[in-house]
Structures are given as C-alpha cells and as structure tokens.
C-alpha cells in the first residue's frame, strides 16, 4: 500500500462544474497535509494546506480534511480550462517541525470547454 | 522576490562522472529537501535538511549526498551517477513557522548516459 494515494485520472470536469480530487493516507499519525498543482513541465505550487479536520475555503478551493478516515480532499468550484493541470496530495509525516513529506503520485485534471 | 533558484536547469552526462546540482533559496527558510521526480512515480523525497548541519535521509537517498553548510544553499551530489539517476529534480524550501508549505525551484533536468 502506498503512503498516500490518488487516483491518477485523468478527471475530466466540464468548465464550470466542481472538480473533486482525493486522497488517503496510511499514517494516522500524520499531522500536514497540502495540495499542489503541477503544470506540465513546470514545478508544483502550493494551493492548500490544513492542518485540522474540516473545511478550509480560499477562493474556488476548498480542502477537507478527515483524520478518522485519513483522506483529504480538494474541491475546485465553478473549474476553469486553467485549472487543467496535476494536482498532487503530500503529507508531513512528522509533528511540529519535523520530517520527511511524502507526496502521493497526483491526479491530472482536465476541464472541458 | 523570494525564490528558489537551481542550477544548472539542464545535465546531460556520463555514467560515473561526478556532479552537483545547486540550490539557493533567499526567504531565510529553515527547511529545504530535495525530491526527484518520475513518471508514474510521482514525486520522492531524496534528503532534507531541517537546518544547517542537520540533514536527513528521505525515501531514495542511494547514490546521493547533500550538504548544508549554509542556510540559504543545499547542494545535492551525485559522486558517481548512473542511468537510473536520470529524472527531473526539484529543491524545495519552507519556513517551519508555517508547517511545510514549500516553495519549489524550476527543476533540473539530468540525463545520465
């Protein structure tokens, strides 16, 4: 089993709909999660993090995060043909400060004119 | 402008020839990693350092060293490559005050022949 996995796609969403993309995680004493976005070619950039169960919304992007069930979760509403990339889940494995992050393989994302 | 620099962009080598990839990062952050990344294998993490002097193994740290002499570079070293090192590297930095939100540099691209 991986550390944390994604369903790999592609996930085609019609522009304007809401893109859902998941992940799980195998340690539950993980602590940081985060979403990139990856565009072909071009090096991730970091659209979310959370820390705490539930909900957090910054524009169109929302994560969720469930420690019981160990997923985490982001939604694109109202997606847009620039939202067509590689979205990839990392966790931070450690407490606090510490140590090493692992990065699931990602999701490609296309949205649809 | 805060940003991760890396060099050189683009290797193309030969087995056993010893090289270094540098990595500069001018936000004073504390952590800095290095990951490679393959296809359908998404992005590993070689080593990271929580700060200077203080470096650890990720999850593929075989025939790879790191130093971390000063806060702002993290050099990565292949003594002896081979072709199995061929990838796409990235070097990546975060502040520990906000957890491991990291901000990734443009990627180098080796070839090992």
């Known amino acids: 089993q991986k550390e944390v996995e994604q369903n790999s796609g592609p996930l085609s969403v019609p522009e304007g709909a809401i893109a859902s993309l998941n992940c799980t995680y195998s340690?539950?004493?993980?602590?940081?999660f985060f979403w990139y976005r990856q565009y072909s070619g071009k090096s991730p950039e970091l659209i979310m993090s959370?820390?705490?169960?539930g909900d957090k919304e910054d524009g169109r992007f929302t994560a969720q995060l469930n420690k019981a069930s160990q997923y985490v979760s982001l939604l694109i509403r109202d997606s847009q043909p620039s939202d067509s990339a590689t979205y990839l889940c990392?966790?931070?494995?450690?407490?606090?400060?510490?140590?090493?992050?692992?990065f699931g393989s990602g999701t490609r994302l296309s949205i649809r004119p | 402008e805060a940003q991760v620099t890396q060099n050189p962009r683009y290797l193309i080598t030969v087995t056993g020839k010893k090289l270094t990839v540098t990595c500069s990062q001018n936000?004073?952050?504390?952590?800095m990693s290095w990951y490679r990344q393959d296809p359908g294998l998404g992005l590993r993490q070689i080593y990271y350092?929580?700060?200077?002097?203080?470096?650890d193994k990720g999850d593929v740290p075989e025939g790879y060293k790191v130093s971390r002499k000063e806060k702002r570079n993290f050099p990565l070293i292949l003594e002896s490559p081979s072709p199995n090192q061929t990838s796409l590297y990235f070097c990546?930095?975060?502040?520990?005050?906000?957890?491991?939100?990291?901000?990734f540099g443009p990627g180098t691209r080796l070839t090992v022949l």
């Open positions: 990546a930095s975060s502040s520990t005050n906000r957890g491991h939100e990291q901000f």
């Open positions: 959370i820390y705490s169960n």
């Open positions: 936000m004073n952050h504390e952590y």
């Open positions: 340690d539950r004493g993980s602590q940081s």
């Open positions: 990392a966790v931070n494995k450690g407490y606090s400060s510490a140590s090493k992050i692992i």
């Open positions: 350092s929580m700060n200077v002097e203080v470096t």
